[in-house]
């Protein structure tokens, strides 16, 4: 059994450290400064500047949204010293 090379995807480039954690700083700033997670400026980016296919960024997207409710949810309670 060979493998076929055409068959396989082709593979995502790779970018430099500082241009990732360079827009992933730029969104954390910006969505903290008017109160979002970000998720509305990580999309575009996902897409346009690390070329991600549009299901995937989605998916991708989703999952980092989830990861900022469940970090901010402690200190939000503890903030407002909520009980649940």
Known sequence: MTSD???LAPARP???????FGAGAGIGVLGGMIGLGGAEFRLPLLIGLFGFAALSAVI???AMSLVVV???LPAR???CDCRL
Request: positive net charge.
């Open 60 to 62: 991708l997207n989703k």
């Open 14 to 20: 790779s970018y430099p450290l500082p241009l990732v």
């Open 70 to 72: 469940l970090t901010a």
């Open 77 to 79: 309670l503890a903030a």
């Open 5 to 7: 090379s055409s068959s």
